[in-house]
């Protein structure tokens, strides 16, 4: 698992200065494209994950995505549309789905700020967190259903169970 740390930083004001902060401060990669996008770059165990933050001022919204680079083929995309449907049955924040046009699979989130000053630092720790975390949960279903022919709940069943200690 991926752990942050945070230095405060008094009166940040837009919602992507807090993400660029919290970035910043754990020395990630990113791209900052204006006020209404950024992508970040984030080692993890098994890959490398996207994460994309799209801010929408009318709407008061954070959308947040957090892809892996896996490749889901035609052949396999019913099967992995199952595994999503198994997987998002377990989630209790966000939603996995599958970004068609490039066959990636994600994580996605968003969070309503309407009459906040914006989210606070310890609030997109948590959200970046638990993407992370449940990334790092799930990736191995998909490549069992993807690359090993595995069915979507003997993936899902693989990849809920919790090891305790390492080898």
């Known amino acids: 698992m991926t752990h942050m740390s945070f230095q405060p930083q008094s009166a940040i004001t837009h919602p992507l200065d807090v993400i660029e902060?919290?970035?910043?401060?754990?020395?990630?990669?990113?791209?900052?494209?204006?006020?209404k996008e950024i992508a970040?770059?984030?080692?993890?165990?098994?890959?490398?994950?996207?994460?994309?933050?799209?801010?929408?001022?009318?709407?008061?919204?954070?959308?947040?995505?957090?892809?892996?680079?896996?490749?889901?083929?035609?052949?396999?995309r019913h099967d992995v549309y199952e595994l999503l449907a198994l997987i998002n049955e377990r989630m209790w924040l966000g939603n996995f789905g599958l970004w068609n046009t490039e066959g990636?699979?994600?994580?996605?989130?968003?969070?309503?700020?309407?009459?906040?000053?914006?989210?606070?630092?310890?609030?997109?720790?948590d959200l970046m967190d638990t993407a992370i975390?449940?990334?790092?949960?799930?990736?191995?279903?998909?490549?069992?259903?993807?690359?090993?022919?595995?069915?979507?709940?003997d993936a899902v069943t693989a990849a809920m169970i919790d090891t305790v200690g390492e080898a």
């Open 21 to 35: 902060h919290v970035v910043s401060t754990n020395n990630w990669v990113f791209d900052r494209a204006g006020d």
């Open 104 to 125: 990636l699979p994600m994580y996605r989130h968003a969070l309503l700020l309407r009459g906040a000053f914006g989210p606070s630092v310890e609030q997109m720790e």
């Open 40 to 76: 970040v770059q984030v080692p993890g165990r098994w890959c490398d994950y996207s994460l994309h933050f799209a801010w929408n001022e009318g709407a008061s919204a954070m959308h947040f995505t957090c892809a892996f680079d896996l490749r889901v083929s035609s052949e396999k």
């Open 133 to 153: 975390e449940e990334c790092e949960r799930f990736y191995p279903a998909f490549q069992y259903v993807v690359w090993g022919g595995k069915s979507a709940s």
